[in-house]
């Protein structure tokens, strides 16, 4: 693992508390990971002598190793999202990394299926990309979970990545959905109940609370053996 320097390149607000900042690398100037790996962030707590560590999946794809993307939404009073959220483009931070087992694996024979929850999304995207240059023959899923039409994003990028990749599926479902929505409805746990037949041939990639991780994980098995990779942001 390395410190790095880096600078505010773009922040980016893409919901109502979700915001995209990509830091450009200063010193070292590149950043050699894996897709779906993570950076960690030392941050000031209120009443703690001793700043806290908060990791964040990088959510661009590895080729690009001069700048990293995050994607992250804002908890309110919490030290690391706040002070994230408080950083002004132009302005200079650090990070040290990258770490993290969940990566894309060099996984040839197999179908992915991606299943995340929130800002679970971010290190599939990095997979994602990855996955559809190394092997765009491949079937692709991605099942993302969000709860209403305002916490959408990311959803013309996904359509142009399914235009330009006929084996990749893609179905966003809000479980909360406003009135009008015309997409899936529900939880990614009924997605992944209803629409994978068969885990013969695959290999299946968790983001998110551990509550969908537990429940796609239960799913997943009642349907047979198959490699499993989960990262979990929180417990519930
Ligand atoms: C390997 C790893 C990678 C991560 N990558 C990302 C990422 O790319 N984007 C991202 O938004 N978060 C990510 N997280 C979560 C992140 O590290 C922080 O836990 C999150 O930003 C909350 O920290 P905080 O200090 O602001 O809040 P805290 O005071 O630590 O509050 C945590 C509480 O906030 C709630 N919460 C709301 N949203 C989140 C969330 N996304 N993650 C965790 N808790 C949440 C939960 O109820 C949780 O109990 C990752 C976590 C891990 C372990
Ligand atoms: N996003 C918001 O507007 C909001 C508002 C207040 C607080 N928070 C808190 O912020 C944290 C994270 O927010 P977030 O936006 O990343 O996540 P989130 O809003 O809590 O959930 C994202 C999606 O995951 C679904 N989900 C939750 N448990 C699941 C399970 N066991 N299996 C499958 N799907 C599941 C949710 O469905 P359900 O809607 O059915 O739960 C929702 O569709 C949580 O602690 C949340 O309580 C978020």
Known sequence: MNTYTAEVNRIQDLTHDVRAIELRLLDPPTMSFKAGQFVSFEVPKEGQPRPVTRPYSIASPPEQQDRILL???LVQGGPGSSYLFSLREGERTSCKGPAGAFYLRDDGTKDLLFVATGTGIAPMRSMILTQLQRQPDRPVTLFWGLRSQRDLYWQDELAMLVAAHPRLTVVTTLSRPEPGWQGASGRVTALVEERIA??????????????????????INAKGLCPIYREKYYDE
């Open 71 to 73: 994607v992250l939404n």
């Open 198 to 219: 068969s885990v013969r041939n695959l290999a299946v990639y968790l983001c998110g609370g551990s509550g969908m991780i537990k429940d796609v994980t239960a799913r």
